[in-house]
């Protein structure tokens, strides 16, 4: 299959995608939870906002995201919208396919950030934010300073061609966790700042007996 690439600024214009409610839903098989430590929590949704620029684009908006990691492949629904609750990106991904709809038409990767570059040229490592967001590390990620309390301040991670630099500028408590409330990212001329607002742990719904 060919990929069209569109620059972000143009996909903010494509209005053909749809609209949407300001929210993610988690599936009614999870429900809110607390967790002493973000790593307990196989599944969560965040409310925040990105901001990403590069030579080619410069733009902010709205972030929602659910993710699943307690199956086999991790399940994930993210959407980037405008203030007015536009949806400008929409991405799922669910048993190892990721997809994207632009123009009524539906493009698909087993790899989600590799998909997102190539429908919307935005460089981001989207694979490794779901660890980031909750303020932990891959094994491709060296920790160059912590925090006073252990938590990670800045570290680096291998990527293709340039490594990304990254910085966990505050902290604060969500569901009964310490995670990270604002992250900025750089690579080159590819800046990156994740605000979020809310994290909310998810875990199954217990039945009563």
Known sequence: ????????QRL??????FLAACSVKPPHTLT??????????????????L???????????????FHD????????ELKLTTVIGTT??????????????????TYTDSNPQQLITRVSGMQIPLNKLPLW?????????????YNQDGTIKAFTSKDVGEDWQVKFISYQQQSGASVPRLLQINRADVQIKIQINQWQALGPVVTPI
């Open 12 to 17: 903010m214009l494509l209005c053909c995608l």
């Open 133 to 145: 967001i909750t303020g932990q590390v891959t094994e491709d990620d060296q920790v160059l300073e």
């Open 1 to 8: 299959m060919r990929y069209l690439t569109f620059s972000f």
């Open 51 to 65: 901001a990403f620029r590069s030579d080619a684009d410069k733009f902010s908006t709205n972030l929602f995201w």
């Open 32 to 49: 809110n939870i607390d967790v002493s430590q973000a790593s307990e929590a196989n599944a969560w949704e965040i409310q925040g906002k």
């Open 69 to 76: 990691n307690t199956f086999s492949e991790p399940q994930d």
């Open 88 to 105: 400008v990106l929409s991405l799922t991904s669910q048993y190892g396919l990721a997809s994207i709809d632009v123009q009524g038409k």
